[in-house]
């Protein structure tokens, strides 16, 4: 496999610069997305997925594990907003 061009490096540089700025963003559509499905099976998937963007957003764990396990809407929607400020 060939090495990655200038202009690759540069990409994959900035994607890891901007991690967590992006995973913040993605917390904000599945904020969205957790309010609109209320309970069921996506749910449940939508909760996992949530904990694991906080992880990458740099979320406090023992928080993040609270809200997850709790399934608290309105906590999560603050925590997202604290991180996004």
């Given at each position: 496999m060939?090495?990655?061009?200038?202009?690759?490096k540069?990409?994959i540089?900035r994607?890891?610069?901007?991690?967590d700025t992006i995973?913040?963003h993605?917390?904000?559509?599945?904020?969205?997305?957790?309010w609109?499905a209320k309970?069921?099976p996506k749910?449940?998937?939508l909760?996992?997925?949530?904990y694991?963007l906080?992880?990458?957003?740099?979320?406090?764990i023992?928080?993040?594990?609270v809200?997850v396990?709790d399934r608290?809407?309105?906590a999560?929607?603050?925590?997202?907003?604290?991180l996004s400020a």
């Open positions: 060939p090495d990655h061009s200038a202009f690759q540069g990409v540089k994607y890891y610069e901007h991690r995973a913040v993605k917390l904000g559509e599945l904020l969205t997305e957790l609109l309970k069921g749910a449940a998937a909760w996992e997925n949530a694991k906080l992880q990458q957003a740099g979320a406090p023992n928080q993040a594990c809200i396990e608290d809407l309105d999560f929607a603050k925590l997202v907003g604290e």
